[in-house]
């Protein structure tokens, strides 16, 4: 099993080169890591997919991860320990050495992604315990991630609502073309953090578009709504309507 190696042991389901792949209208319910993982598949699509994954597992717990290009993953809600939806151009440390090596899933070479829509995005709560992040994009290597729009992420998060950065903090910087970000929310309540909507780590940047991010509901905001690591290398950033209070 691909999924069989250290800290990712249990994937649910995974995916492997599958050309026109479709799953929905599921409910995936305490794996021991990812819930959904798909790699090098093409023209794909994930929707209606409800998550409750194990409260204890707060790394590597994600929802549905994976390198695949020209798809959409839309309607997803409910609990997960890690990132709920993440789309990465790694394919991460699984097999592939210290911080992730150069190969990552063992026989699955890092790729670059493109024309991905992530939409209609709800992470929440299981009891006391909030999903961390709703959205991640990740890349490494120079490799791209290109033509990503994510649109309608709403809910609650530990750490942030959209997390932007490389797959692994000590390899070389991934390249980012055109992301579209919008309509992003942090909704707060007694068990909620401050936390930024989106968080932009280092990488190259050609153009980042946000608009309609919101922050509102907590007695105080010590967290900006848009935070970005110093060191990030962006072309263009384009901001409108982001509302902080």
């Not at 319910?29 to 790699?39: E, L, M």
């Not at 709560?125 to 649109?151: C, Q």
Request: hydrophobic share 35%; charged share 15%; with cysteine.
């Amino acid at each position: 099993s691909f999924g069989a190696v250290d800290g990712y042991g249990g994937f649910g389901m995974m995916f492997y080169k599958v050309d026109d792949l479709q799953v929905t209208d599921g409910y995936v319910d305490q794996t021991n890591a990812w819930g959904i993982a798909h790699f090098g598949c093409n023209n794909f699509k994930f929707s209606n997919i409800k998550f409750m994954q194990n409260q204890s597992l707060l790394e590597n717990g994600d929802g549905i991860t994976g390198m695949s290009s020209n798809g959409l993953i839309e309607n997803i809600s409910g609990f997960t320990g890690d990132d709920m939806v993440a789309i990465t151009s790694a394919s991460g440390g699984l097999g592939g050495g210290t911080n992730g090596g150069q190969g990552g899933v063992v026989g699955i070479p890092d790729m670059p992604v493109t024309n991905v829509i992530v939409r209609n995005i709800f992470p929440g709560k299981n009891g006391t315990v909030v999903t961390p992040v709703g959205v991640a994009l990740y890349s490494r290597n120079n490799m791209e991630l290109e033509n990503i729009t994510v649109e309608n992420v709403k809910g609650y998060v530990r750490n942030t609502l959209l997390h932007i950065l490389n797959y692994w903090p000590t390899m070389p910087d991934g390249i980012y073309k055109n992301l579209k970000l919008n309509d992003l929310e942090i909704l707060y309540d007694d068990l909620s953090f401050d936390t930024p909507i989106v968080k932009i780590g280092l990488g190259k940047y050609d153009t980042i578009t946000m608009t309609n991010l919101r922050k509102t509901g907590l007695a105080t905001h010590n967290k900006e709504s848009v935070n970005i690591m110093e060191g990030a290398e962006i072309d263009t950033i384009i901001m409108d309507n982001v509302v902080h209070k």
